[in-house]
């Protein structure tokens, strides 16, 4: 499986602007800009969209792990920062909360590491990653 996305710039770096689109179309001509990367302007940005992909894939990761331990996910729900500083990501961090029938805290937090390291996003970005996860 292939998936796709397409960034369109025009005009210099700090004047110009660009939009981008995924092949899905749920996100179409999305707006970007260096003022909504570096400063605060109306838009998206890369990182954001790598903290978007990377809440995505870590919960899916979670919720197969936690399925076939024999829990019942209820609800997880994940926020990403990506950490952006001179240039580089230095660091994701995943902070979630869940609600998962039967499970204990110690199993919890076990299948949270697991994920953290093998969804397929983490394993994409070359930075730290960290997380904070708590049972609901």
Known sequence: MKRNATAVWEGSLKEGAGKISLESKTLENAQYSFKTRFEQGNGTNPEE?????????????????????GYEVESI????????????????????????????????????????????????????ITSEATLA
């Open 49 to 69: 969209l790598i903290a978007a992909a990377h809440a995505g894939c870590f919960t899916m990761q979670l919720t197969a792990y936690i399925g076939e331990e």
């Open 77 to 128: 729900e994940t926020k990403c920062d990506i950490d952006f500083q001179d240039g580089s990501i230095v660091g994701s961090h995943l902070t979630l909360s869940a609600k998962i029938k039967g499970i204990t805290d110690e199993k919890f937090q076990e299948l949270v590491t697991k994920a953290e390291t093998k969804c397929p996003v983490s394993r994409l970005l070359n930075t730290k």
